[in-house]
Structures are given as C-alpha cells and as structure tokens.
C-alpha cells in the first residue's frame, strides 16, 4: 500500500496506536527515499523488509536524469502529487496523533528536497541568456507505460509564472501544460 492508501487512515490514527504506528513507519520509510530521490514516486522494498526489489519491465529502455538506483527506485516518473502525499500524509498523521517524533532528521533532509524540487520546477526553461535549463527529465518511449515526455524528456517550454511544473499528472498522462 502507497502513502496515498494510508492517508484514508487518519481518522483512526488517534484510536488505533498500531496503525499509528505502521503509518509512522510509512512516513519514515518514504522520508528515507524523497530524501535521496525526489523526483521519483514509487520505490523498491526497503532493505530490512527482507524482500529482494522486483524488475520493473516498464522502466526497460527509459532514461532518467537525475540518475536512478532501480535496486531502490520502482519507477521515477515525476508527479508533483508524489512529493504533496508525502506531506499529506506527514501532516494527518500529526494531525491525528500530536506525535512529531517522525519529524527527524531524515524527514527533514526529505522536506528540504520537496522544497528544492518545487523551486526547480517552478523556474522558466531559459535562462536570462537563452541557456536551457533542465533538473529533471524522463524519456518514457520503448516499453514504457507512458509515452515519451516531449522535448528529450524535458516537457514543454515554460516561462517563469510561479507555478510549479510536473511531466506527469496524477493519472500518469503527459501534462501538455505541465504547471500547478
């Protein structure tokens, strides 16, 4: 189950401490992975679980950059919803629990990328100079599930708006104007 499925949990939080519990556990396992790759959503089984990561043959052929581990990545198309559920779900947990013992140093590396990825992709294309500018791409195409994100896997051109741009919306399609 994702950090999307726990959060429909939060109003048993406070009366349930072993789920509590398990949705700390969430909040922590997924803290460790924004923290080192923000730019991706769905991530391999911890280490400690004991399970050995499966192949993701839809990833088969797709370039991501920034570079993936898929020993510790699933898949890493970049939604901005990914990074908005991870705080979602930070806050009901909180919310229902008044326990900030989550709130380490780990969570707060993780909420220091969701910070960096949003300025990132809230900035225009182009530079001052016309310079491309790009921190993140995803090429899709080949055996993907979805189709290769336009423009060598960097989206459509954007001027600054104070938006924030995503390649993928929540339903997985192509953003053709990809800012929230």
């Given at each position: 189950m994702?950090?999307?499925?726990?959060?429909?949990?939060?109003s048993?939080l406070?009366?349930?401490p072993e789920?509590?519990?398990?949705?700390k556990?969430?909040i922590?396992n997924?803290?460790?992975?924004v923290a080192?790759?923000?730019y991706?959503?769905a991530?391999?089984?911890?280490?400690?679980?004991?399970?050995?990561?499966?192949?993701n043959?839809?990833?088969?052929?797709?370039?991501v950059?920034?570079?993936?581990?898929?020993?510790?990545v699933?898949e890493?198309?970049?939604?901005?919803?990914?990074l908005c559920?991870?705080?979602?779900?930070?806050?009901?947990?909180?919310?229902?629990?008044?326990?900030a013992?989550?709130i380490?140093?780990?969570w707060r590396?993780a909420?220091?990328?969701?910070?960096?990825?949003?300025?990132?992709q809230?900035q225009?294309?182009?530079d001052?100079?016309?310079?491309?500018?790009?921190?993140y791409n995803?090429?899709?195409g080949g055996?993907?599930l979805?189709p290769?994100?336009?423009?060598?896997?960097?989206?459509?051109?954007?001027?600054?708006t104070g938006?924030?741009?995503?390649?993928?919306r929540?339903?997985?399609d192509l953003?053709t104007f990809?800012e929230?």
């Amino acid at each position: 189950m994702s950090r999307r499925g726990f959060a429909h949990y939060h109003s048993l939080l406070g009366v349930d401490p072993e789920l509590a519990t398990l949705v700390k556990a969430v909040i922590n396992n997924e803290a460790r992975y924004v923290a080192e790759y923000p730019y991706c959503g769905a991530f391999q089984p911890p280490p400690e679980s004991g399970l050995a990561p499966s192949h993701n043959d839809w990833a088969d052929g797709v370039t991501v950059n920034p570079p993936v581990n898929n020993q510790t990545v699933f898949e890493c198309k970049y939604e901005i919803d990914s990074l908005c559920g991870f705080l979602k779900l930070s806050r009901s947990y909180y919310q229902a629990t008044n326990d900030a013992s989550f709130i380490n140093d780990n969570w707060r590396a993780a909420i220091t990328q969701v910070f960096r990825v949003i300025n990132e992709q809230s900035q225009p294309t182009f530079d001052a100079n016309f310079n491309f500018i790009s921190y993140y791409n995803w090429t899709g195409g080949g055996g993907a599930l979805s189709p290769q994100v336009n423009n060598d896997g960097n989206g459509e051109p954007k001027a600054y708006t104070g938006l924030v741009g995503t390649h993928h919306r929540p339903s997985d399609d192509l953003s053709t104007f990809g800012e929230f």
